[in-house]
């Protein structure tokens, strides 16, 4: 089992920044990926991006590329998701996630934390 856990959520206005950051424990040696995924109010939860535990190789969705950067320190824990150039369409509660490299489902999920980002 791997347990995941965020913080670093909160308020802020449009063109600011916020770093949130995930906590992995437990098997966290099965982990191959780690991601970030975002749902609004009403609607869909969205892939925001992940990064491969051993390689450090990110991906990201159109919607945050350039702006967003995902990270993580050489001991591979926490994980990282630094935002830059917020905008109010960014709010919503953000998730890590993480999966097995045999399993191209998510399987662990932390609880979430806010991010409100005001006109």
């Known amino acids: 089992q791997v347990q995941l856990v965020e913080s670093g959520g909160g308020l802020v206005q449009a063109g600011g920044s916020l770093r949130l950051s995930c906590a992995a424990s437990?098997?966290?040696?099965?982990?191959?990926?780690m991601g970030w995924f975002r749902q609004a109010p009403g609607k869909d939860r969205e892939f925001v991006a992940q990064?491969?535990?051993?390689?450090?190789?990110?991906y990201y969705a159109d919607s945050v590329k350039g702006r967003f950067t995902i990270s993580r320190d050489n001991a591979k824990n926490p994980v990282y998701l630094q935002m830059n150039s917020l905008k109010p369409e960014d709010t919503a509660a953000y998730y890590c996630?993480?999966?097995?490299?045999?399993?191209?489902?998510?399987?662990?999920w932390g609880q979430g934390t806010q991010v409100t980002v005001s006109s």
């Open positions: 996630a993480a999966r097995h490299s045999w399993s191209s489902d998510y399987k662990y």
């Open positions: 437990g098997r966290t040696l099965s982990i191959h990926t």
């Open positions: 990064i491969l535990w051993s390689s450090g190789e990110t």
